[in-house]
């Protein structure tokens, strides 16, 4: 069974201040893709940053970045300098050839001021 | 802007009727997923569709039905409606590919009332 799991429902961090969002994941797949998207209050869903299980290098998009570890399961997002625009809901999600996207159940994050 | 397209935005109903959930996909991906968002929930994978044929299915009501038309687009059919059927309905598509991750719609806000 493919599984998603995110442990920290909630979260806060000071405004420009660094904040790491866990997320674990489970499947016997060799090659697939792992993603970060965030829902603010509008719920719109966002894509953050996308890994290759492939690719040993973290990925990393300005402020947002990854620890990817691949024998772990264990796919992390850090963001640095956090603003108040980051305070959203986080889902850690991966998907392969052809299928759905498995998706956790999400971390909120509130940036305080 | 992702791409994907969903009409409508808003939508209130009554409880025992039926709705349509409409999507156009960004040009080129065969591939279309449904989710549901209930408040303050995560994203349940209903349904997915890949080039006009079903490929996997979630936790889908059997009042709920859904298909996906030769040109791509897809409708999400809601029946016999219930207060608890209330959610955000995503629908998110994406090439099919392993390279691709999944685009998505602004959402259908249902309400049943």
């Known amino acids: 069974a493919q599984t998603v799991t995110q442990s920290q429902p909630e979260m806060s961090v000071q405004e420009a201040e660094t904040v790491t969002l866990s997320c674990t994941y489970d499947t016997s797949e060799s090659n697939y893709y792992l993603f970060w998207y965030k829902q603010p209050p509008s719920r719109q869903m966002i894509l953050v940053i996308r890994?290759?299980?492939?690719?040993?290098q973290n990925a990393t998009e300005n402020r947002f970045s990854v620890n990817f570890q691949k024998a772990a399961k264990s796919f992390s997002l850090k963001i640095s300098d956090s603003q108040l625009g980051d305070t959203a809901m986080y889902f850690c999600a991966f998907g392969f050839t052809g299928n759905q996207f498995y998706f956790g159940t999400g971390t909120s994050l509130t940036v305080i001021p | 802007d992702s791409g994907v397209t969903q009409t409508p935005k808003h939508l209130i109903t009554a409880t025992g009727q039926r709705v349509t959930l409409r999507c156009s996909p960004r040009s080129g991906d065969l591939s279309v997923y449904w989710y549901q968002q209930s408040l303050d929930q995560g994203l349940q994978f209903l349904i997915q569709?890949?080039?006009?044929?079903?490929?996997a299915k979630g936790n889908i009501l059997e009042r709920f039905s859904a298909q996906q038309f030769p040109d791509l687009h897809s409708e999400l059919n809601l029946s016999s409606l219930e207060l608890g059927d209330s959610a955000l309905y995503f629908c998110a598509s994406s090439g099919g590919s392993i390279n691709t991750e999944a685009f998505f719609g602004q959402g259908t806000r249902l309400t049943v009332v």
């Open positions: 890994q290759e299980a492939y690719k040993q």
């Open positions: 569709y890949y080039n006009g044929e079903e490929r």
